[in-house]
């Protein structure tokens, strides 16, 4: 295992932070792996997951049984993780620009596009390769100029040239769920049916410039750009796992998704040793554009009807909003049908407010699909 630090840059003089990332496996191997947890850094499964995997891949590497590189960080936003006010935790966004921890990372398929064609060629391997080379390069003529873009920059030059991102968040109550896209479904179909999602949407752009997305959506542009010349893959697939909500920081919950990613590694010959057989897949994958928001149409108190998990009809009631004042009343209903798997920790509503997320089967959004 190597431990390297990641100095980033400081808001103001007396204060330092730093992204820290630990390197398991073969350094030349083919396959690249990179996870991290915490990224909205008040979604903290992922960290006591990323910890939990740091003490396995430990034990995976000094076996020998690690046929991969693994780049895993526990930690990846101390900015975030810095926010509290008032006893609350505050890690989606950013205090100094307001914009969300997981939006808006860098896009640089203009300058990776830029006389690509020159210089591939009929090997797909030697096309990856160079394509690699040139994203690295593009993030690496950037200079941040604040903590924030520091912060995204390091993280986006550990991935670069991951074959598989891995960006670990939870909800803030919900069950297993994950975001991917559709060209990477075949490859982590397997990692949703080991994790138990109970919704697995799919997006090749969700509007956000996510993390996830700052790297697959190069592989999409250079491929409509180049793919009917050259032979072009996905260079990067990446996912992103939702461990369940908030409060879900559990050793015994920890230690099921570990597994799950490494029985998913197994599947893919990226750790020695059978995979476990491939359990049902607990609910079909849906396209994000699917997904509806609930909002309250009210503000009051939220009461619940059902818990995520629950497989919904159309018009099914999934909360009322009471004003105890007015006494008015007012129903949240179910949409359309599918899988109500996630729904917000607050029990006051403001009005307007989004209260549950429900995976649907229709597809009638498009441009920006994210929650702000």
């Known amino acids: 295992m190597e431990h390297r630090r990641h100095p980033l840059i400081s808001p103001v003089p007396g204060t330092e932070r730093q992204i820290d990332s630990f390197h398991y496996g073969p350094a030349d191997a083919e396959r690249h792996l990179y996870i991290q947890g915490a990224l909205h850094a008040d979604e903290l499964p992922g960290m006591l997951v990323a910890w939990t995997l740091k003490q396995r891949l430990a034990e995976l590497e000094a076996q020998g049984l690690l046929a991969c590189r693994v780049t895993l960080v526990p930690v990846a936003n101390p900015v975030g993780l810095d926010q509290q006010l008032m006893d609350t935790p505050l890690g989606r966004y950013d205090f100094e620009s307001l914009t969300n921890f997981n939006r808006r990372y860098a896009n640089v398929a203009d300058e990776i596009a830029a006389g690509l064609d020159a210089a591939l060629n009929d090997d797909v391997a030697h096309n ?12 690496d003529a950037m200079t941040p100029t604040t903590t924030l873009e520091s912060m995204r920059l390091t993280l986006q030059r550990l991935a670069c040239r991951a074959d598989f991102v891995l960006d670990l968040h939870c909800d803030f109550d919900a069950v297993e769920h994950l975001y991917t896209t559709p060209a990477a479904w075949p490859v982590f179909e397997p990692l ?23 790297f697959t959506l190069v592989w999409e542009r250079l491929r409509q750009t180049f793919g009917d010349r050259f032979p072009l893959d996905y260079g990067c697939q990446s996912v992103t796992l939702e461990l369940r909500g908030q409060r879900d920081v559990d050793h015994d919950l920890a230690a099921h998704d570990a597994q799950a990613i490494i029985d998913w590694l197994r599947h893919l010959g990226l750790v020695a040793g059978e995979a476990p057989p491939l359990p049902e897949l607990a609910y079909p994958a849906t396209e994000l554009a699917a997904m509806d928001f609930l909002h309250a149409p009210i503000g009051g108190l939220l ?38 798997y996630a729904r917000s920790q607050r029990r006051m509503a403001t009005a307007g407010m989004i209260v ?14 994210l929650a702000p």
């Open 128 to 139: 990856r390769d160079l394509i690699r080379d040139r994203f690295e390069a593009a993030l």
């Open 192 to 214: 949703a049916r080991y994790f138990g999602a109970k919704a697995s949407m799919l997006a090749t752009d969700s509007g956000g410039q996510s993390f996830d997305e700052c």
């Open 303 to 340: 009461v619940f009807h059902a818990r995520p998990g629950t497989v919904v009809e159309a018009g099914q009631l999934i909360a009322e909003i009471i004003d105890p004042i007015s006494d008015r009343v007012e129903p949240v209903r179910a949409p359309q049908a599918g899988m109500f």
């Open 356 to 369: 549950a997320d429900i995976a649907g089967h229709h597809s009638h959004r498009s441009g920006y699909l």
